[in-house]
């Protein structure tokens, strides 16, 4: 790998950082401080997507289950895509498509927040959650990419001003830690 490979992903997450700094930060303050109602309501986080988004929806969940950078007591939330029993049974008997639709219709309660995280906007899985969840009584989150949720309505967007996989892979990151950091400091009395 050349030093001038290592600079110019660099300098393109720069540009991606600055410009979601600018065009994001009014929404993701929101979506902190609908976080932090729902869990001092005592509500839960139901986080899903696929591949590296469902990595990232695991990641919120286990910040908010464990720890982000204090000890402060846990609050309920679910990775959808992480019970392999249940993601193969659905996947088997209804289809992929239907994967987290099927979760939210059991889980998701009035006041709860879906994430939904989805790079390309064109997880029709995602989509599905996301109006499931709305439909359900949560609050919705896409985190996506610059197309947005193709085919959806969340009650909020975070569309990352990106098309790279991994730059906007790389804000998603870093959004869900300022939440975390946001619930650390509005709820991280034990």
């Not at 709860?112 to 029709?124: I, K, P, Q, V």
Request: aromatic share 6%.
């Amino acid at each position: 790998m050349s030093s001038a490979l290592i600079a110019e992903h660099f300098a393109a997450h720069r540009k991606v950082v600055d410009q979601s700094a600018e065009q994001l930060s009014e929404q993701a303050e929101t979506v902190a401080r609908k976080l932090v109602e729902a869990l001092k309501e005592g509500r839960k986080v139901l986080a899903f997507g696929n591949g590296g988004s469902a990595a990232q929806a695991s990641h919120l969940v286990g910040e908010l289950m464990g720890r982000f950078a204090m000890t402060r007591q846990p609050f309920p939330a679910i990775a959808l895509a992480s019970d392999g029993g249940t993601v193969t049974c659905i996947s088997n008997d209804f289809s992929y498509e239907a994967l987290f639709e099927r979760q939210l219709q059991a889980l998701a309660q009035p006041g709860d927040l879906a994430f939904g995280f989805t790079t390309s906007g064109r997880s029709e899985n995602v989509r599905r959650g996301i109006a499931m969840a709305h439909k359900q009584g949560a609050v919705t989150v896409a985190v996506t990419g610059a197309a947005g949720l193709l085919g959806g309505t969340p009650d909020h967007l975070l569309a990352v001003p990106s098309d790279s996989t991994a730059h906007v892979q790389e804000i998603h990151l870093m959004l869900l830690h300022v939440w975390c950091k946001y619930i650390d400091q509005n709820l991280g009395k034990v």
